[in-house]
C-alpha cells in the first residue's frame, strides 16, 4: 500500500523551520495568481511548457505534482511565486521553503526525462508592476536525487505510521457499532439514506423533524462508509456553535476508548477528530502580530511543531481545550497549530466558511491533496444566507474620509485618488433622475475599484503585518482588499449597489456594496469537489430553492424523514383575527398580550414569544407586563453577549414559570435543546417576512428574473423557514406536549399553510 503525497505538502512538512511569520502580505488573488503564471509563460516564447505533471516513488511513498514551467531551450525549469510588495521582506524560511519545491520537481524531471543536470529558477513576479525577480542555479541530476530521498526519508517514518493509522482506522470504522440500543424512530432509514449517498457519490438534501436524532444518524453511517469507500475525511460543517457541540457529543459516544472493555481494544487515536475554532476565539496574544519578533507562540514555531503535531495525533481527540494544552505544552500557537492538524485528522468540525468561503482551507486541502471527502451540512437551511454573506463586501465612503484625516502621509495620494472616483460615481448616481438613495449599477464601477486596489497596495507597502495597523487603517484595508477581490469574480450571481447619504455640510455620501444575490456561482465548485455531501435541517423546503440557490446537481435528491412526533403532542392554532403588518401592528398589541395570558392561564409553565423585532418585541412586552404583572417575563435584548445569552436560556427551568420574549430568527429561534417541562409552548406573532426594503425587493426582481418566483424566493420561504424553526423548539422529544400559537391572518392561506410541517394538525384538523 503506498501513501500518495502532494509536493508542496511532502515540502511544506519537511523543509519548514524557524518562525511564524505573516509579515510578507498580502498575497495576491487567486485571479491575479493565474494571470501572472500566464504572463510568464506568454515572455517565455511558444516552446515552453506549461503544469507539467511529474511523479516519483520512493519506498512507499507516492509523490506527484505539477511544476509551473520547462523552457526546454534552456533546460531551465521554473517555479513562479506571485507576491506583492516588497520581495526583501519576504522571510527566509518562505524561501528555502520554494527552493525545496522546486529541487523535488528537478529531481523529478531529471528522473523523467534522463537528464544529467537542469537549471532551477525562482521567478518572483510582482503583480504590481509585473516585473519579474529571477533567482537561478544549476543543479546536477545526482544533486537532486539524493535532496529528493533525503525529503522522502524525512517523511517516510510519517508516512508509514499514517498508512498504519489508516488500517487501524478502517479496521475500526468496519467494527463500529451504533452505540445505542436501538434507532429512534425514522432515524434508521435516514442513516440509510446517508450511506447510500456516500456510496454512490452523490450529494443529498435531508429534511428531518427536530428530535429524530440528525447529528448522530447522520455521523454513524458516514463513517461506516469510509473504509468501503475509500473516503479520507469527514467534515462536519455548521453554522452556530451548538451545532459543532453536538457533533463532537456524538462523535464521543462513537469512538472507542482507552480502557473501555465492552468496545474492545481499539487504540484511542483509530480515530482522530479535530475542532476548528476561531482565530480571535484561539488566539493566547491578541495584543501581539504573528511573527517571532512580537508573539512567543511564532518564535520558533516550524521547529517546534513536528513533536507538538506527534503529539496531537497521538491524542486524537483534539477540541478546542485539549488542543490549547497540547500546543502550550510545546510553547506554539494554538490556533495554527489547529491549522496543520486539518491535515492530519480523519474529522474535522468546524464552521461554514473553513470549506465554503472565498479561502477557505479545509476546500483548498482537499482539492491539493486530491481528497475523497463527504461532507455533512448541519442545519443547512443557514447556508444560502451564509454563502451570500461570504460572497458580499462593501465600503462606506464616510470611512474612507475620516481615514483621510488621519493616515500617514505615504498613503494620502491613494486615499486622494480613492476619493476623487467615488465622488464622481456619486455623482453619475445624483444625475440619474430616477434614482434615490438606493442605487443599483449597471456595471461594475472599474475606476474606483481600480483606485481601491491602488490604495490595498500602498497599505501594504506600508505596513508590515495589515493587522497590525490602527483599526480604523484596518478596517478599512480588509473591506478594501475583499471588494477588490470579489470584482474579480463578479458574474450575474451578484450586483453593485450603492446607498447615499446626506453627509456634513450637506455633501453626499455613499455605501458600496458588490452584493451576492445567488450564491450557487460561488458553493457548485465547493460541492463538485467533494465525493458526498449532505445537507439536513428540520427546514430545507421546498427542494427548487435550496437545489436552485446553494448550487447542488440538478439530480440531487430531496428526502423528507417521517416525523417521530404525533400530532397529538403539538396543538398548533392559527390566530386569523390578529394582522401583525407593520401598520396593524398598535391594534394587535392588546389582542396578542390578552390571547398570551389566556394560553398561560390555561397551562402555567415556561413559553417563548417571537416578534418580527426588537421594537415589536419590546411594545408587546410592555403592554404585557402593564396588563399582567403577576406573570414573570424576560426578554432578549439587542448586542447580547455569550453569559447574557446562556442566561436567558438557564429562565427555563423544569420547573420554571414565565415567558420568554425573543426576536425571531436570533439566537433562540433555533439551536437551542428545551425538553420536557423546560418549554411548553410558543407564540409567533409574525409570518417572518424579510423587511420590505430596497434591497430586499431588488433581490425580489433579480430572482425573478432568474427563477420566476421572486416573491417566494425574497420574501416567502425564507419567513416561513424561520417560524418553523421557532415551533420546532416546543417538541423535542416523543414524552413532550405543547401548543404552538401562529398569530397573523396571512398563516390561514394555503400557500403559506403548504409549507407547515405535514405532521402538524392545524387548529385541530388533520392533513
Known sequence: MSYRVAVRALCEFTARGGDLDLRFTPSPTAQEGIAGHALVAARRGADYQREIALAGEYGALAVRGRADGYDAARNRLE????????????????????????????????????????????????????RETLIEERFDAATLEAFFEDQCRRFLAWAEQELAHRQRRDAALEALRFPHAGFRPAQRELAESVYKAAGTGRCLMLQAPTGIGKTLGT??????????????????????????????????????????????????????????????????????????????????????LPEARAAAVRHGRLERAALREIALAHDICPYYLG??????????????????????????????????????????????????????AELDQGALRALKRSAPAALKKPLERVGRQWRALNGEAGDNPTSDDYHVLDTPPQRLLGALQGLTAAI??????????????????????????????FDDHSLYDMTLRDGRRGARLSRLCCRNV????????????????????????????????????DATPWLESASPFSAEQLSVHRVRTISTRYADRPASLEPIAALMATQYRRRPGNYLAFFSSYAYLDQVAERFAAAFP????????????????????ERFAADGRGIGFAVLGGAFGEGIDLAGERLVGAFVATLGLPQVNPVTEQFRRCLETRFGR?????????????VVQAAGRVIRTPEDRGSVHLID???????????????WALDGDRR
Not at 457533533?247 to 459516544?253: E, N, V
Not at 417575563?633 to 436560556?649: C, I, N
Request: aromatic share 10%; hydrophobic share 40%.
Open 79 to 130: 517555479e513562479i511565486k506571485t507576491f506583492r510588495g516588497d520581495l526583501a521582506s519576504m522571510p527566509d524560511n518562505h524561501r528555502r521553503l520554494h527552493w525545496s519545491q522546486v529541487k523535488v520537481y528537478g529531481a523529478l524531471l531529471c528522473r523523467e526525462r534522463a537528464l544529467d543536470e537542469v537549471r532551477l529558477a525562482l521567478v518572483y513576479l510582482d503583480v504590481v508592476s509585473q
Open 219 to 304: 455521523l454513524f453511517p458516514t463513517l461506516k462508509a469510509m473504509p468501503r469507500q475509500r473516503l479520507d475525511r469527514l467534515f462536519f460543517l455548521a453554522a452556530k456553535t451548538p451545532g459543532r457541540r453536538l457533533a463532537l457529543d456524538a462523535l464521543a459516544t462513537l469512538a472507542p476508548t482507552e480502557g473501555d472493555a465492552t468496545r474492545g481494544d481499539t487504540a484511542p487515536t483509530a480515530l482522530r477528530v479535530l475542532e476548528l475554532t476561531a482565530r480571535d476565539k484561539a488566539c493566547e496574544h491578541p495584543d501581539k502580530a504573528c511573527h517571532g519578533d512580537s508573539c512567543p507562540l511564532a518564535s520558533g514555531f516550524y521547529d517546534r
Open 339 to 392: 491549522q496543520e492538524l486539518a491535515r492530519w485528522c480523519d474529522v474535522v468540525v468546524g464552521d461554514y466558511n473553513y470549506y465554503f468561503d472565498l479561502h477557505a482551507m479545509l476546500y483548498a486541502l482537499t482539492v491539493e491533496n486530491q481528497w475523497r471527502v463527504v461532507l455533512l451540512v448541519d442545519e443547512a437551511h443557514n447556508l444560502v444566507e451564509r454563502g451570500r454573506g461570504m460572497y458580499t
Open 460 to 489: 501594504g507597502d506600508y505596513s508590515e503585518q495589515p493587522f497590525t495597523l490602527d483599526s480604523e487603517l484596518q478596517r478599512v484595508y480588509l473591506d478594501a482588499l475583499h471588494l477588490a477581490r470579489l470584482a474579480e469574480l
Open 518 to 553: 445567488v450564491p450557487a456561482g460561488f458553493l457548485a465548485p465547493r460541492f463538485a469537489a467533494a465525493h458526498s455531501a449532505v445537507l439536513f435541517s428540520a427546514t430545507l423546503g421546498p427542494a427548487d430553492y435550496y437545489r436552485n440557490l446553494l448550487g447542488l446537481p
Open 630 to 649: 403577576a406573570i414573570p417575563l424576560w426578554r432578549q435584548s439587542r448586542r447580547m453577549d455569550e453569559a447574557e445569552r446562556q442566561a436567558f436560556v
Open 710 to 722: 421572486g416573491y417566494d424566493y425574497a420574501y416567502l420561504y425564507p419567513g416561513v423557514q424561520k
Open 745 to 759: 391572518d396571512r398563516f390561514g392561506e394555503p400557500r403559506v399553510a403548504r409549507l407547515l410541517p405535514a405532521w
